[in-house]
């Protein structure tokens, strides 16, 4: 059957069928499939460019005979051991397929199609489309130098009395940029108890002065969103967790489905978040490179926004083309035009290695101007 005549016969929700698809970070596989290039790097999805901890192989090794049996459901082991580390509840912990995983949770469970969502302009893009895909109203709130506008946040708060989501990247993704808890607290303070405040700290093992850990133990309406995708260097196998009130993580646990994080996920993540060198070590390794990416940028003459996390928003003309000509030389990064960013690039902070392999490439294609 035609596409088009399939569409006319099941169409979807009406604010799907206007939903442009998450853009994820080119795989390197597919860089290669599409242009024979073999050997790449790719700094376009912040990941961990160390790896992830010894710790993980181990435990993950342990569990290899054990994989035609369903994964505890209920992620009793993991949920303890983030419990212990949070120093919360385990019954206040929400396991997920990733961050994403959860953010879609708590969008199914707590927003509906005449409610609203607010976020920020240049905030982490899966916040709007979960917005359509609820059917809800998504209120994007423009930001000033880049960063959340707070104050504006809350007018929009207030004054849209549908609203029952907001969230708070922090740090944000594509930006970088990190709001103190002193905002975030005065700024949940002076919203309706009723609105959930959902903050995404996904790079917080990259910027320590983002835990916001304490806003939980102070505010009900709070939910601390974070992955082991980032720093523990876990995207592959999808582990993301919510730290919230007891009654919202029962919500969310309706919602999920049975087995939403696999064996080796919590294997994994449980075996990871022992090791506190490796995230230590992490971040040291992301604060001296980041630096020195910024000191290459200075010198190439391109501005970037100060980052607090493992990636850094860069200002080029042609950021296009340029990101066509990085692709060819075997070098991903992330292009901003779905977040109206055109004149950006987003890279990942990799090994001295990798950066020092951007900058060059970089550099090449500036000065050849070949494009
Ligand atoms: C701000 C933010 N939140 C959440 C996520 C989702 O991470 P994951 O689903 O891999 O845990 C990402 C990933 O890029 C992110 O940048």
Redesign the pocket.
């Known amino acids: 059957m035609p596409k088009k005549e399939a569409q006319a016969i099941l169409p979807a929700y009406p604010s799907i069928e206007t939903l442009a698809p998450y853009q994820i970070g080119k795989p390197i596989e597919e860089l290669t499939r599409e242009m024979g290039v073999t050997d790449v790097i790719k700094l376009a999805?912040?990941e961990n460019p160390y790896g992830s901890s010894p710790r993980v192989t181990l435990a993950i090794t342990q569990e290899l005979d054990k994989l035609a049996r369903y994964p505890d459901g209920n992620g009793f082991g993991l949920k303890q051991k983030l419990a212990d580390f949070y120093e919360v509840s385990p019954n206040q912990v929400t396991l997920?397929?990733?961050?994403?995983?959860?953010?879609d949770l708590l969008a199914r469970s707590f927003v509906g199609h005449k409610d609203a969502m607010v976020y920020s302009q240049f905030?982490?893009i899966?916040y709007g489309i979960l917005a359509k895909a609820q059917g809800a109203l998504g209120i994007e709130v423009p930001a000033v130098h880049f960063a959340h506008d707070l104050a504006a946040m809350q007018q929009a708060v207030v004054k849209n009395t549908q609203t029952k989501m907001v969230f708070i990247?922090n740090?944000?993704?594509?930006t970088g940029t990190v709001l103190e808890i002193e905002e975030v607290r005065n700024f949940i303070a002076n919203i309706p108890p009723s609105v959930l405040v959902v903050i995404?700290e996904?790079?917080v093992e990259y910027c320590p002065a983002a835990n916001h850990r304490a806003l939980l133990d102070e505010f009900a309406n709070v939910v601390i969103?974070r992955?082991?995708?980032?720093a523990y260097g876990l995207?592959g196998l999808?582990?993301?967790y919510a730290l919230s009130s007891e009654s919202v993580a029962e919500m969310l646990n309706r919602v999920r489905q049975p087995f939403n994080v696999s064996r080796l996920g919590l294997a994994a993540a449980t075996a990871a978040i022992d090791d506190t060198a490796f995230i230590e070590r992490s971040n040291q390794l992301n604060i001296e490179q980041r630096r020195w990416l910024g000191s290459q940028f200075d010198a190439l003459g391109l501005g970037f926004i100060k980052s607090a996390a493992n990636f850094i928003m860069v200002e080029i003309d042609n950021a296009s083309s340029i990101n066509q000509a990085l692709l060819a030389q075997g070098v991903i990064v992330r292009p901003l035009q779905n977040y109206g960013l055109d004149n950006w690039l987003r890279v990942s902070v990799g090994t001295p290695e990798d950066n020092l392999r951007l900058i060059d490439t970089l550099r090449s294609i500036l000065n050849n101007d070949a494009l």
């Open positions: 999805s912040n997920g397929n990733g961050a994403n995983d959860i953010l905030a982490f899966v990247a740090p944000n993704n594509p995404d996904a790079y969103v992955t082991f995708s980032k995207a999808r582990i993301g």
